[in-house]
């Protein structure tokens, strides 16, 4: 399927796995920031992803939550802002 349309991306981790996206060019075009690659915008997305998972985990679920989960969202949201140099609840309008 992979086309001078799209963008075939390569995520590794420290272990050595891997996984590949392929995604339409056009489609990164329009969601870049200035010059921003590929995969600066893939991750910038991902992070976003991230922390909107763990919060929703974190604050949307029913019953207590476990501790190495919301420390999980701690670190998480720390990481957010580290990349982003802006609170999740500043960029998404949504705090607790």
Not at 60 to 78: F, N, P, Q
């Amino acid at each position: 399927m992979a086309d001078a349309e799209t963008v075939t991306l390569t995520l590794e981790s420290e272990d050595g796995a891997t996984d590949e996206l392929v995604v339409p060019t056009e489609l990164l075009d329009l969601l870049a920031e200035g010059d921003e690659t590929a995969p600066e915008v893939v991750g910038d997305i991902a992070m976003f992803g991230l922390a909107q998972r763990i919060h929703g985990a974190v604050h949307h679920s029913e019953g207590d939550v476990d501790d190495k989960i919301a420390d999980t969202e701690e670190l998480t949201l720390d990481l957010f802002e580290e990349r982003f140099g802006r609170s999740f609840a500043e960029l998404t309008g949504h705090s607790h």
